[in-house]
């Protein structure tokens, strides 16, 4: 199991026990309120709200993040690169004319894969050439792109 898989369900389940304990620490408030409804006053209706809002809204709002981000990690398939990974991770430029982006060869099955491989291949020359004149201009130390 990757990191990131295992981090996510970790996480997960902490979102899941603050659901529960949110749950609870509401329960346990109503457990000691409802029994003396009947004589409550305005203010201590106000201050039941005031206790039992912010704990709600805090207790949720650990849930929902934590939740989130442990089902985001565990979506997270290997196809997403992390920014550590850096350009050594890349394709070359001629991997990515010998192979689509599934690591399959890129056989045309029809004339419409034929001309998006086409399309794709002038990209990806045009992409390299611009590198190039790129890398003259800085080694040539045009001002035009000093800055």
Known sequence: MRLEKLLGSIMIAVGVTCLLLGV???????????????????????????????????????F????????????????????????????????LLKEDHMGFSMQPRNEAEERIRFIKSEV????????????QEEATG???HSG
């Open 24 to 62: 609870y620490s509401s329960a346990r408030m109503m457990s000691v309120f409802l029994p003396n409804i009947e004589g409550a006053t305005k203010e201590d209706l106000t201050y039941f709200f005031y206790a039992s809002t912010p704990q709600v809204l805090l207790w949720s709002i650990a």
């Open 64 to 95: 929902a993040t934590f939740f989130a981000s442990g089902i985001f990690l565990v979506k997270t398939g290997p196809e997403c690169t992390s920014p550590e990974d850096g350009p050594a991770s890349q394709p070359s430029y001629e991997e």
């Open 124 to 135: 990806l020359r045009a992409i390299k050439r611009l590198e190039d004149l790129d890398r």
């Open 142 to 144: 045009d001002p035009k």
